[in-house]
C-alpha cells in the first residue's frame, strides 16, 4: 500500500484514538469477522557473482545494488605490468638555492632513488633563470656517494641545462634521448654552473622544500671547489617521467588489496606478475555501495596495471511485506509478498518459517510454482533455487496454521442496556504481540475499537455503551497476533439501542462560479467603453454577483481542503489499497472505511451505472464524513471532518475520470507493486489543490510584482516562521476558517500558482 502522511499540528495529539495503530506501523482491516493485518518478514539472499577486467589499476566490482554483504572475494590476477607515470618525488617550493658567482656554489645536487629496472624519459626540475646572458650550464646524471651522501664525481649523462629566462619559479623539463635505463640504485641529479665563473650576469636557482618533505632521507648537496656531505629532509624540487621495467612477484613489492581499512596481502602464485587472494569474512563487511571499488597498492609504483578475474559471495536480510488473516473457525493464513530483485549467476532465496506452519502454495507473477523443482520446503526452511528466479519477479508465498484459541471471561454477564458500561476481560493472552478487540453493532458496523501490547497479564475491555445504541446482538471480536502466531475468540452481548441509516448526496449541481479570465475580459470591455457612455447598473451588478460567486468558489475549496482528511484509492475487484494520502497527522482509521462498506453491503446498496459515469454516496460516521466515488474499476475514499460543498463534488467527478483514463488498466492489474501509482499525488494536488494543506515555504523573486494582500500574507507567513524558528508554515497557522477573508484566499492560491508558495513535498513509502 502506497501511503503519503503529513502533519499540519504543531505538537501530536496523544488523545487521538490509537485503534488499530500497531507499533511497527502494521496496517490493520477489519471485514467480515476477519481481521488482515499487515507484517514483515525476515527472508534471506544469497547470491554469487563472477567477472574479468583488463588493464586496470583498481577492482571495481558491480553489486547491481547497495543492500549487499560481501561474505567471500577471491581474486586472480595476472599480467601484472607498469605504465608510464609522472612521479612526484617533491613539488613543495618554499626555500631556493643559487648558483652565481655571488653565491660561490658552482653547482647543486639531489640524491635520486630507484628502487626497480626504470627508463627515465624525462626530469621536470623547478626553478628560475635570472641571467642577463647565455653561458653553457649543464644538466648532469651521476652516481652517488654513499657514505658523504653526495655524487661521487663519475658523470654517466650530460645534457644542456633546459631553464628559459623568467621572472617567476615554474617547472622545466630535461629530455632524454635516447632514454635513460636504470638498475636499481641511488643516483644524484646535478645542475652544473662551472661555466659561469666570476660572470656576474647569471643567475639560476632551484627551488627546495624545507618543511615535511613527502621524501625526508633524500640528501642535498652543494660544490664549493668539492662536494661537501649531504644535508637530508630538504631536497631539490623534481618529477620524474618513467616506467618500471621489469616483472615482479606481488609479495616483492608488497601489493595489497585494501579492504574495509585492512591491507590484504596478494599471495604469489608459481609465476612471476601473477598472484591471487581469497578472503572470507567472518565480520560483516557491507560495503554499502552498488559499485565497490577495492584499491590496490604496491611500493614501487603507483602507475601498476594488472588483469583479474573475480568471485564473489553475497547476502542480505531482505524485509518482505506480508500479513496474517485471522477468521473465526479457520486456520490463520499467512502471506508473504517478497520482491526478488535477482542477482549474479547463482541466486537463492532462504525463508526460516515456524516449524508449526504449513507451506499451502507458492506464486511467482501469478503462477502456481509449488511443485517446481527448484523449490523445496521441509524441517522449517524454503529454497527458491537459483533455477527458478526470474529477474524482478513478484512472488507471493501462502502458509497456514491452527489458529490459537483466546478466552473471554465476562464474569456472567452478557446482556446491557443502552448507556451502561460493557466490560470484559481477555485471559493472559500470550506475552508478544498486540491484541486488537473489536465491538460490532447487529448491523455490523463499528463503534470501539482497542489495541493492546500482550505481556501475558490479564486485558481489560470497557465501552459505555451510547443512549442510542441499537437493540440486537452485538458481537466482540477478539484477536491475537505476533510474527508467528495468532488467534481469535468471539463473544455475543445483548444490546438495546438507535440505529443511524446512510444519507446520500444530493443530484449534481450545475452552478458554477466564473472565470477570472472571464471577469478581467468583461473589466476591459467595460473601461473601453467607459470613456464615451456610462455603464449600465445592471451591468455592474452582474459583475459584482459573478466575482462573488467566483470569490465563494474559492472559499468553499479552501474549506474543503481544510477539512480533508484522508484521500483513499481502492481496487475495487481485489478491495486493496493502492494508494492513500492522509493530511490530518495520523494514519487512516481502518474502522471507517470497513465499517462504511459494510454499512452499504447491510443495506444492499449497489452503485450499477458505476462503469460508465461516477457514482457517489456518502456516510456521517464517528464524528466524520465518509465518501466514496465509485467508477469502473476503483473506489476513491474520502473522509472528511464536515460536509464539503458541492463544488467538490464535481472535483471528485473530474478526478476519477482522469485516474481512470492514466491509471485504470494498472489498477486492474495491481499485484502489490505500488511503484506505478506515484504520480497519483500529482493528480489529486491538480484537481483538489491540496498543496493548500501542505507545509508551504516561500521562495520570492526579486523581480515579481504582488498584490498588497498577498505582500501581507508573505509578511505574516515570515514573521511566524521567525518566531517559531521554522523554515516552513502551514495555512492553518495563520487564519482560522471564521477569520480567512476570500481575497486572502485568492491570493494564497495566486501565490502557489506563482510558485512562490512552495509545497513541500514528502516521501512516499511503502507500508
Request: overall charge negative.
Amino acid at each position: 500500500m502506497l501511503s503519503l502522511s503529513l502533519n499540519q499540528n504543531m505538537s501530536s495529539n496523544a488523545d487521538i484514538q490509537a485503534a488499530f495503530n500497531d507499533p511497527q506501523s502494521s496496517d490493520i482491516l477489519y471485514s467480515n469477522e476477519a481481521l488482515n493485518i499487515t507484517q514483515s518478514f525476515q527472508i534471506l539472499e544469497i547470491a554469487e557473482n563472477n567477472g574479468t577486467m583488463q588493464n586496470v589499476s583498481s577492482v571495481d566490482i558491480d553489486l547491481n545494488t547497495s543492500r549487499w554483504n560481501v561474505s567471500q572475494l577471491e581474486l586472480e590476477i595476472t599480467n601484472m605490468t607498469f605504465i608510464n607515470e609522472t612521479k612526484v618525488i617533491e613539488d613543495n617550493p618554499i626555500d631556493e638555492e643559487e648558483i652565481s658567482k655571488f653565491s660561490g656554489y658552482d653547482r647543486l645536487a639531489v640524491q635520486m632513488n630507484i628502487n626497480a629496472k626504470t627508463i627515465i624519459y624525462g626530469i621536470y626540475i623547478y626553478g628560475r633563470n635570472s641571467s642577463t646572458e647565455d653561458k653553457d650550464i649543464r644538466f648532469q646524471i651521476g652516481y652517488y656517494d654513499e657514505i658523504k651522501g653526495c655524487p661521487n664525481g663519475t658523470i654517466f649523462h650530460d645534457n644542456p641545462l633546459n631553464m628559459t629566462k623568467s621572472v617567476g619559479e615554474g617547472w622545466h623539463l630535461q629530455k632524454f634521448n635516447p632514454t635513460l635505463n636504470l638498475s636499481r640504485g641511488k643516483y644524484s641529479i646535478i645542475i652544473n654552473g662551472d661555466a659561469i665563473g666570476g660572470s656576474p650576469k647569471s643567475e639560476y636557482y632551484w627551488s627546495t622544500c624545507t618543511e615535511n618533505p613527502k621524501y625526508p632521507d633524500l640528501n642535498r648537496s652543494i660544490y664549493n671547489g668539492e662536494w661537501l656531505s649531504g644535508k637530508s629532509g630538504e631536497p631539490f624540487l623534481y618529477k620524474l617521467i618513467q616506467r618500471v621495467n621489469e616483472t615482479f612477484y606481488p609479495l616483492e613489492i608488497n601489493m595489497t588489496a585494501k579492504i574495509n581499512g585492512n591491507d590484504y596481502p596478494i599471495l604469489n602464485k608459481s609465476k612471476s606478475g601473477t598472484g591471487n587472494l581469497s578472503i572470507s569474512f567472518n565480520y560483516t563487511l557491507f560495503p554499502n555501495t552498488s559499485n565497490w571499488s577495492i584499491p590496490i597498492k604496491n611500493n614501487v609504483s603507483d602507475a601498476l596495471i594488472f588483469n583479474v578475474s573475480y568471485h564473489i559471495k553475497l547476502n542480505h536480510t531482505l524485509t518482505s511485506v506480508g500479513s496474517v488473516y485471522i477468521k473465526k473457525n479457520q486456520d490463520n493464513l499467512w502471506i508473504l509478498n517478497p520482491f526478488l530483485d535477482r542477482f549474479g549467476y547463482n541466486y537463492t532465496v532462504i525463508y526460516d518459517y515456524p516449524d508449526h506452519w504449513n507451506i499451502r502454495n507458492i506464486f511467482r507473477g501469478g503462477d502456481n510454482v509449488t511443485s517446481d523443482s527448484g523449490i523445496t520446503y521441509d524441517g522449517g526452511s524454503l529454497y527458491i533455487n537459483n533455477s527458478t528466479i526470474l529477474y524482478d519477479s513478484v512472488w507471493k508465498i501462502e502458509a497456514t496454521s491452527i489458529r490459537y484459541n483466546l478466552t473471554i471471561n465476562t464474569e456472567g454477564k452478557t446482556s446491557y442496556k443502552a448507556g451502561e458500561l460493557l466490560g470484559f476481560f481477555v485471559e493472559k493472552p500470550p506475552p508478544g504481540g498486540n491484541c486488537n478487540i473489536i465491538l460490532v453493532d447487529p448491523i455490523g458496523i463499528i463503534f470501539h475499537t482497542q489495541t493492546n501490547e500482550s505481556s501475558g497479564s490479564d486485558i481489560l475491555f470497557q465501552y459505555n455503551l451510547p443512549t442510542n445504541s441499537r437493540n440486537g446482538e452485538w458481537t466482540t471480536y477478539v484477536f491475537w497476533n505476533n510474527e508467528t502466531d495468532a488467534g481469535m475468540q468471539t463473544q455475543a452481548f445483548q444490546i438495546s439501542g438507535g440505529v443511524s441509516g446512510i444519507t446520500f448526496l444530493p443530484p449534481e449541481s450545475t452552478t458554477t462560479g466564473i472565470d477570472p479570465l472571464l471577469l478581467t475580459i468583461i473589466f476591459i470591455t467595460i473601461s473601453g467603453v467607459a470613456g464615451i457612455s456610462v455603464v449600465s447598473y445592471s451591468v455592474i451588478r452582474k459583475i459584482r454577483k459573478n466575482l462573488e460567486l467566483y470569490r465563494k468558489k474559492q472559499q468553499n475549496r479552501a474549506y474543503d481542503i481544510l477539512n480533508l482528511q484522508d484521500v483513499i484509492v481502492i481496487s475495487k475487484e481485489s478491495g486493496l489499497n493502492v494508494y492513500e494520502e492522509h493530511y490530518s497527522g495520523r494514519a487512516v482509521d481502518a474502522t471507517l472505511v470497513s465499517g462504511f462498506l459494510d454499512a452499504i453491503r447491510s443495506f444492499g446498496i449497489e452503485l450499477t451505472g458505476a462503469s460508465h459515469q461516477t457514482q457517489t454516496i456518502s456516510l456521517e460516521y464517528k464524528d466524520s464524513i465518509v465518501i466514496m466515488s465509485e467508477y469502473k474499476n476503483f473506489r476513491l475514499i474520502f473522509i472528511m471532518s464536515d460536509k464539503p460543498s458541492e463544488e467538490f463534488y464535481k472535483n471528485l467527478n473530474e478526478l476519477s475520470y482522469e485516474i481512470g483514463e492514466k491509471y485504470g488498466e494498472k489498477i486492474e492489474k495491481y499485484s502489490y507493486d505500488t511503484r506505478a501509482f506515484v504520480g497519483l499525488h500529482d493528480v489529486i494536488q491538480k484537481h483538489l489543490k491540496t498543496a493548500f494543506i501542505f507545509p508551504l515555504r516561500i521562495s520570492e523573486p526579486e523581480d515579481i510584482k504582488l498584490s498588497s494582500t498577498e505582500r501581507d500574507i508573505i509578511n505574516s507567513a515570515n514573521r511566524f516562521m521567525k518566531q517559531n524558528n521554522l523554515d516552513y508554515f502551514f495555512v492553518s497557522f495563520l487564519f482560522t476558517e471564521e477569520k480567512i477573508r476570500p481575497e486572502q484566499i485568492e491570493a494564497i492560491f495566486n501565490l502557489i500558482e506563482k510558485d512562490i508558495l512552495q509545497p513541500i513535498e514528502l516521501e512516499s513509502k511503502i507500508s
